[in-house]
């Protein structure tokens, strides 16, 4: 008998709460210092109790300090590598960066997701970032992958992992939240956003539409319970989150 191929485990979280998070602010530059809030580091910590079972081979982050501190804090004590990928980066946001969010979503009503942002990228070269990044992920050789990114990125990869419609369409993903997704979801995953950002730039249009749902339970599951406050809140949009 031919022996079963082991599972690969990719856990994958928004990182914690962080300084832009609560003045909701614009943060897109890598190279701008954003700690964790003190609530943050609480909420990492959290992340790190619900892994500490879990033999974790590989740890990645953003070039963003909340990704790396999430880590730092949830991995406290243990010796896991750490990888800094910087194609899970925040969309750049260009003159929006410090800008109240508000002024990123007044632009965003008037223009496409595939236009840039002034002195920026555009949505659509983010999710292309973001397929890529999947594709270096998957070709490495780690059995369990745990990946702190942020909540533009986490969302659309879920999405893109999905097979079918989501009952989460309109919740955003909890701070420190951790979801556990296999190899061939992610590899649904990096298809979906190679696919979906090639017929956005033949036909010109918003992602919304392939994008508006969530993560389905059936390919992605959590391993912790969603704060109540955190979904009531709204939805975040990439550079802040």
Known sequence: MTPRKPVRLFVIARHAESGANVAGVVSSDPARAVPLTARGRAQARRLGAQLANLDIDLAVCTRFQRTRETLEVALAGRAVP???????????????????????????????????????ESE???????????????????????????????HHIAAAATSGP?????QPFANALPF?????????????????????????????????????PRNVRSTGRTDAVELRRKKEHPCQA
Do not use: Q
Request: include cysteine; glycine fraction near 8%; charged fraction near 35%.
């Open 180 to 216: 556990l997704f296999d190899e061939r979801a992610l590899e649904r995953a990096a298809a979906a956003l190679e696919k979906h950002r090639s017929c956005v730039r033949r036909a010109g249009r918003r992602p919304d539409g392939a994008f508006a749902e969530m993560t389905d």
């Open 82 to 120: 750490v990888l800094v990928e910087p194609g899970f980066d925040e969309v750049r946001a260009g003159d929006f960066d410090g800008k109240p969010i508000e002024d990123y979503w007044s632009w965003r009503e008037h223009h496409t997701a595939n236009e840039r942002l002034p002195h920026g």
């Open 124 to 154: 659509d070269d983010g999710l292309l970032r973001y397929g890529n990044a999947v594709r270096r992920l998957l070709s490495r050789s780690e059995l369990v992958t745990l990946l702190v990114v942020h909540e533009f990125a986490l």
């Open 166 to 170: 989501s009952p989460w369409s309109e």
